[in-house]
Every structure is written in structure tokens, then in C-alpha cells.
């Protein structure tokens, strides 16, 4: 049974941090490319980083780049968004997603003083 559990969600005030994971199963996670998406209220999912299957090459839209970063541990399974500098507008349910196939059930996160 494929499954992407996330953790790391929450309340955190402007200008602070959180580490969102994202566990997964029941599928080769090394052989997927991996993404984080986010979507507020009354607006589209929008991608926010991206990471190859080994790693390389990440790329983050231009609303979190230099603030957010993507890393993956193939040994755990786990790919992980780092997110500084959280802004209000950062507030969403955040989702990660495995290659084209496969999402998590969502997190949210709420930056609020």
C-alpha cells in the first residue's frame, strides 16, 4: 500500500522556520523524482520545489526561492522542505508528491503572530 505521511506542520510566527517530512512506503522511493505543493484558500495548488530521484538539481518557484529548501534521504524513504523567512502568504495546506503518481493526504502550516 503506497503512503506519504507527513509531519511537521503547524503554527509558527513571521520570520520563523519549520521542517515539513514526508515518509514514504509501499513504493521504490529512490526511482521517483519528488515535489512539494501548497495550496491556500481559494487558490490552485501551486509547486513550490522540486527534487531528482539522487538529489540533484532542485528548483524552487520564485515565491520561496532563497527561503525554502527541498532534500530527500533515500536510506529513511524521506524528502524533507526546510522552510526560513516564513511569511504570512507561506500560510497552506502543504502536500508532497511522488514523480506524477502518487499524494500525500496535506499538512498545514499556518504563519501567524
Known amino acids: 500500500q503506497v503512503q506519504l505521511v507527513e509531519s511537521g506542520g503547524g503554527l509558527v510566527q513571521p520570520g520563523g522556520s519549520l521542517r515539513l517530512s514526508c515518509l514514504a512506503s509501499g513504493f521504490a522511493f529512490s526511482t521517483y523524482a519528488m515535489s512539494w505543493y501548497r495550496q491556500s484558500p481559494g487558490k490552485e495548488r501551486e509547486a513550490v520545489a522540486f527534487i531528482s530521484r539522487y538529489g540533484r538539481s532542485p528548483n524552487y518557484s520564485d515565491s520561496v526561492k532563497g527561503r525554502f529548501t527541498i532534500s530527500r534521504d533515500n536510506t529513511k524513504n524521506t524528502v524533507y522542505l526546510q522552510m526560513n523567512s516564513l511569511k504570512p502568504e507561506d500560510t497552506a495546506v502543504y502536500y508532497c508528491?511522488?514523480?506524477?503518481?502518487?499524494w500525500s493526504k496535506g499538512t498545514l502550516v499556518t504563519v501567524s503572530s
Open positions: 508528491k511522488a514523480g506524477s503518481d502518487y
